[in-house]
């Protein structure tokens, strides 16, 4: 039995590229900082932590699951590098392989949790989110670590005005990320399970090992993203990265992934991260508090939703 996703294409981005545009238009008009080199470089350096993260959020809300633990796994990653680096006088890649891999191993823990106990992703992810959030406060006793090693800075170091390492980064991620979902058995996986879960184990597929595996992605997405945030900052901190799961998840929902699971593609998520980005941007650039502009990521997260669950219903009766 062949197995395929259900990867919107074409004219489906129509909609959110026209947002994009719009909003773009709106702030220009708003504040004369917006449409500046110097800017928009700053966006495109801002929006990486979310962009990485939204990629491991793709493969998780395409199965029709969640991760609320993204966040806090990357502010306890990276103090966790941070104390290899500065305390342990660790070689700086080995502090960042070892980060990943401790970012990963935490997803595997969230990924078993739910396959081997059971757990509804929603409270294993919760559980998750509050162990490492109290962690980052634990391993330092809520103290920041600062003033990293130059090599470690060097990755988010802007080169000619351009954050050149960083980019490659996000390219390289979004590039294996995309061939994955698209080009592998594994990717077909994913969508089957989404798109129906019974049909897909009755096909034949381990459901729990593509979940776990799922998670793990999920978690290493995390990790990469720890050293990029840490790396621009020059610290770690236990608040780092707070809320960064409400920023993926509403790239991934605006993106144009369905929160039942089974539809969706990486190219939607970059455009809803670029969304979610200049948003943000352009509420800085116009003062708005910090209380009003979470209000405005919840409101964009209902309405994506709400738009999915039309769309839906209209196929449906199709």
Do not use: H
């Not at 996000?170 to 698209?182: E, I, N, R």
């Not at 003062?287 to 769309?311: F, H, S, T, W, Y």
């Amino acid at each position: 039995m062949k197995l395929k996703g259900k990867e919107r294409k074409g004219t489906s981005y129509l909609g959110i590229l026209i947002a994009l545009v719009a909003l773009c238009v709106v702030l220009t008009f708003a504040s004369d900082s917006f449409l500046t080199a110097s800017n928009l470089l700053n966006v495109s350096q801002q929006i990486s932590t979310n962009f990485l993260i939204a990629i491991g959020m793709t493969f998780i809300i395409l199965l029709g699951g969640i991760d609320l633990s993204v966040g806090s796994i990357i502010a306890v990653t990276g103090l966790m590098m941070g104390l290899m680096m500065k305390n342990w006088n660790m070689p700086v890649i080995l502090s960042l392989l070892l980060g990943v891999a401790f970012a990963s191993a935490v997803g595997l823990v969230t990924g078993l949790l739910i396959t081997g106990f059971e757990l509804p992703p929603f409270i294993a992810t919760l559980g998750m989110m509050s162990i490492a959030r109290g962690a980052a406060y634990t391993i330092t006793e809520g103290q920041p670590i600062y003033t990293f090693p130059k090599g470690f800075l060097a990755i988010t170091g802007r080169y000619g005005g351009i954050p050149v390492f960083t980019i490659l980064i996000m390219v390289v991620m979004f590039a294996v990320a995309a061939y994955v979902l698209k080009y592998t058995k594994y990717g077909r996986y994913i969508y089957a399970i989404g798109g129906n879960e019974n049909c897909a184990k009755l096909s034949g597929i381990n459901v729990k090992k593509i979940k776990c595996i799922a998670y793990v992605i999920s978690g290493f997405c995390c990790g990469v993203a720890a050293i990029v945030l840490t790396s621009r900052l020059d610290s770690a901190v236990p608040t780092n990265a707070d809320g960064a799961e409400l920023d993926a998840i509403a790239a991934v929902v605006i993106g144009g992934t369905s929160m039942t699971g089974g539809e969706g593609t990486l190219v939607g998520t970059i455009i809803g991260t670029m969304i979610i980005g200049v948003v943000a941007n352009g509420l800085n650039l116009l003062n708005v508090p910090q209380g009003a502009q979470r209000m405005v990521k919840g409101g964009i997260i209902v309405l994506a939703v709400i738009v999915d669950v039309i769309r839906r219903k209209r196929s449906q009766k199709a």
